[in-house]
């Protein structure tokens, strides 16, 4: 059974930064495209970073693109997303997941939906 663990949420100020962390249990996520999404109450899950297994191809939402940073650790089983420059907008519950993508593209995920999350708060 896949478990995930987010975390390194928290409240910030706009313009400041986090780092999430969310390590994989159950799951060798080495051959694993990963990613992070976001979603807010009454809102539509949004893809937010795509990375594929080797880390030499990262995507972008373009609401996130140019602050936000994935990458992964596959010996640690663990994924990252370095947040910067935050805004308002980017309040959400994130989450990390994975699938097996054989196609060379590294499409905006939104499932599977293993984790908790870790919620992010950004204050005006």
């Known amino acids: 059974q896949v478990q995930v663990v987010e975390s390194g949420g928290g409240t910030v100020q706009a313009g400041g930064s986090l780092r999430l962390p969310c390590t994989v249990f159950g799951l060798s996520i080495a051959s694993y495209k990963m990613g992070w999404f976001r979603q807010t109450p009454g809102k539509e899950r949004e893809g937010g970073a795509c990375i594929n297994s080797n880390g030499g191809l990262k995507v972008y939402a373009d609401s996130v693109k140019g602050r936000f940073t994935i990458s992964r650790d596959n010996a640690k089983a663990t994924l990252y997303l370095q947040m910067d420059s935050l805004k308002p907008e980017d309040t959400a519950m994130y989450y990390c997941?994975?699938?097996?993508?054989?196609?060379?593209?590294?499409?905006?995920?939104?499932?599977?939906?293993w984790g908790q999350g870790t919620q992010v708060t950004v204050s005006s």
């Open positions: 997941t994975a699938r097996l993508i054989l196609a060379e593209s590294c499409p905006l995920l939104t499932l599977p939906n």
